[in-house]
């Protein structure tokens, strides 16, 4: 998101500030694999041998950073080809203080404007409104 520029950007009446992006692209999401150290696991003196720390990192670089960014780049591709296909248009709306908050709603591109600007309108007045002809996703 950071690299898009808003559609509109909304302050409420309680200073919260969103950003409202529009696109026809579902980006993939980024999923790490199971490098087999599970987080708050604790090793002791003797667990672990000298030997055993390079497969781990190694482990942990194919499954943390490896294996998803080669996952990313393989569907990116087939993500943009389908959003060009499509008619269904994605609108969210993203506030990133005081905590990370990202609504989505779906329409088509037909009802794209007027929906951008009754969900402006609303987050304007600190509402989260549903506008016809979109459907609200919820957070994500």
């Avoid at 604790?42 to 672990?48: D, M, Q, S």
């Avoid at 248009?89 to 037909?110: F, G, K």
């Amino acid at each position: 998101m950071g690299l898009l520029r808003p559609a509109r950007t909304v302050t409420t009446p309680s200073g919260d500030y969103w950003e409202l992006y529009v696109s026809k692209t579902a980006l993939p999401a980024w999923r790490e694999g199971n490098s087999g150290f599970q987080p708050g696991m604790e090793f002791t003196y003797g667990t672990v041998g000298l030997f055993e720390i390079p497969f781990m990192v190694l482990s942990f670089l194919w499954s943390s950073i490896l294996v998803p960014l080669g996952r990313i780049l393989v569907l990116l591709p087939i993500s943009v080809a389908r959003g060009r296909r499509s008619h269904a248009v994605r609108i969210e709306a993203l506030s990133p203080y005081p905590r990370r908050q990202l609504l989505l709603w779906m329409t088509t591109d037909v009802h794209k404007e007027r929906v951008l600007d009754e969900i402006a309108a609303g987050l304007a007045q600190g509402k989260v409104v549903c506008p016809a002809g979109a459907l609200y996703s919820g957070q994500e």
